[in-house]
């Protein structure tokens, strides 16, 4: 899937689509932290997850603790 970064106007036009107008200063740096959101999603796409069960599947009082390294 090709990856087109987000730019300033496109950021403030999504924002104010979404009823969150954002002030002239601001796009740039909306459009850097949505970048960025999206390449670390990316990334978590890509990974191979496998046999993992899902986090319902654990059950954090039945573990064993011991000193043993």
């Known amino acids: ?15 104010a689509r979404a009823g969150l107008p954002l ?3 601001r796009h740039a740096a909306v ?5 960025h959101i999206h390449s670390v999603v990316s990334v978590l796409r890509d990974l191979d997850f496998g046999d993992t069960p899902p986090a319902g599947a654990y059950r954090a009082g039945k ?5 043993a390294v």
């Open 63 to 67: 573990e064993k603790h011991d000193a």
């Open 31 to 35: 459009a850097a932290t949505a970048n």
């Open 23 to 25: 002030p002239d200063d």
């Open 1 to 15: 899937m090709p990856s087109v970064e987000l730019t300033p106007p496109e950021a403030a036009r999504w924002a």
